[in-house]
Structure formats: C-alpha cells, structure tokens
C-alpha cells in the first residue's frame, strides 16, 4: 500500500513538472516599444497597456519612458539651436536601457513578461521584438500640438514629419518586418489598446508603408 501511494505521488509530481515545463515553452516573453511624433499617445496609451497588464495574474510587465531614462541619467547633450528640442545621447540610453531589460528578464518567474519602452527615441534603441508606431492625421496632430507650449515652426516640423512618416522609416530601416503601424486618428484608446494586444500575441502582419499622409503635404505647402 505505502509503495502504491509513493509511486501515486511520484507520478503526480512528475505530471505536474512536465505541466509546468510546458506552460514555459508557451510563455511569451516581449519587448515592445512605441514610438510616433510627439502628441501621437504614446504616453496615454503606453500607461494603459501598463495598467491592461498589470491587473493581470498572469503577466509580469515593466513600464520605461525614453524621456525619464534621458533624464535621470543625464543624456540631454544640448539642445537644437533652431529646433529646439532636446538632443540625447542615444548611445547611453541604449546601454542604460539595455541593463534595465537584462534585469528585467533575468528573474525567474512562471509569468509571462512583457517590457514595454515608451518614446520617440525608443526605436533608435536595440532589443525590441516589435515596434509599434502611433500615426495620427496632420491636421488632427495639429490640434494636439497647440496644446503644448510649443512654437509655429515646431508644430510645423512636427506634422511634416509625420506627413512624411518619418518614426516608421526609421524604425522600419532597423527593425523591417517587426514594425506595425497603427493609424490612431479616429480611434478611441480602447480600440488601440486591442489592437495593439493583438500585435503582441502575433495575430497581426506588419504593415509598414499601409497609413499614408503624404496627400497632407500636398494642400500645405512647406514653401
Ligand atoms: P505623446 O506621448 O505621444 O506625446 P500623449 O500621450 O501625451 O502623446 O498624448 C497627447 C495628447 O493627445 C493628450 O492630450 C492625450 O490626452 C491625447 N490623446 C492621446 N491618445 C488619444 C486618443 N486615442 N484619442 C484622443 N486623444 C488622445
Ligand atoms: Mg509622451
């Protein structure tokens, strides 16, 4: 009888290994950042994907901002004489970033992971699985940027880029077919939101170059 239950519990705790064995295999592990022009929302939505997954029993996720790694470890070099934004030494916040991400994935642990990276650096950095790019129409970008603190010709600069979807052929040139992006104008965070969990569980193809502006540039000339 004893030599029963030995070998009842033997294989019950062999069974509950190979189970446990298993559900690593299909784990996910992910990095994402999400970049777009400045007032895209990035910020907003990066919190709540953040907030989407951190109530979740199953997930461990990290939140990291480009602009508060830029800060709290001194990467501002200067600022654009002209433009004036602010120029990071993109070199160190990768390395920084880098460490943050090695950390991050190092703990053991039964859950899945996902590391999010927020800003529009963040695909001049190293060690994303996807990239993720917010597009909004110039003219509704327009109305955003009005609201912050910046001058005409930055608002101006601003919408030409993404006019000309400047973050999507940057971060293509890096990370080709692990760029998507997201058309963001009409939609509600919710539906971004959905979106984007399903580019993170791999449901959706990439699809640089399908959100085209350009036709903007051609009723606001630049000269
Ligand atoms: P970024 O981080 O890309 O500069 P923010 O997240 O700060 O952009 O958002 C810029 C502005 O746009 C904020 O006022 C925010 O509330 C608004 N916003 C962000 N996402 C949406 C959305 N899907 N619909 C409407 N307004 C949005
Ligand atoms: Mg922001």
Request: with cysteine; net charge negative.
């Amino acid at each position: 009888m004893l030599y029963f239950f030995i070998l009842l519990s033997f294989f019950y705790y062999y069974n509950r290994i190979l189970i446990f064995i298993d559900s690593c295999d299909n784990m996910i592990n992910s990095t994402i950042f999400i970049t777009g022009t400045p007032c895209t929302g990035k910020t907003t939505i990066s919190q709540l994907l953040f907030d989407k997954f951190n109530i979740k029993k199953d997930w461990d996720v990290k939140l990291l901002k480009t602009n508060d790694l830029a800060l709290e470890n001194n990467l501002i070099l200067g600022t654009h004489p002209e433009k004036e934004y602010k120029i990071v030494d993109i070199d160190k916040l990768d390395k920084i970033f880098t460490v943050q991400k090695e950390d991050f994935f190092k703990k053991h642990s039964n859950l899945n992971k996902l590391l999010l990276f927020e800003g529009h650096l963040s695909h001049f950095c190293t060690g994303a699985d996807k990239v993720i790019i917010l597009r909004v129409y110039p003219d509704k970008l327009k109305l955003r940027l009005n609201g912050r603190n910046y001058n005409n010709s930055k608002i101006f600069e601003n919408l030409q880029a993404e006019a000309l979807a400047v973050c999507s052929v940057e971060a293509y040139e890096i990370y080709k077919d692990n760029s998507f992006e997201i058309d963001v104008t009409d939609k509600s965070p919710y539906e971004i939101l959905n979106i984007i969990c399903e580019i993170i569980l791999d449901k959706l193809e990439p699809n640089i170059g399908s959100v085209d502006f350009t036709s903007w540039l051609i009723n606001n000339d630049i000269n």
